[in-house]
């Protein structure tokens, strides 16, 4: 896995880990399209999607807004999706 793959996942481990409630249960995933484009797959315990949705999708889309800015450091882009089970 490159580089940038792994800490793009950390990235988002690290902040999704404290805000939810089953810290154990955050699992991070990344795969790169054909295209380049990196997909970042966060799943949570279905209790605390909420918590990383945020009020009006504040806290994913600020998350997808740091995964961006350092995806573009490297010139990739990146979608980060949760995963809702």
């Given at each position: 896995m490159p580089e940038i793959e792994r800490n793009l996942e950390g990235l988002v481990e690290t902040i999704v880990s404290p805000i939810?409630?089953?810290p154990d249960e955050v699992e991070v995933i990344s795969s790169v399209a054909d295209d380049g484009n990196i997909l970042i797959e966060v799943r949570v315990n279905p209790d605390d999607a909420g918590k990383v949705i945020g009020r009006q999708g504040r806290i994913i889309k600020a998350l997808r807004t740091l995964t961006r800015a350092a995806a573009s450091r490297c010139?990739?882009?990146v979608d980060v999706e949760l995963i809702d089970e």
């Open positions: 939810v409630e089953h010139d990739r882009t």
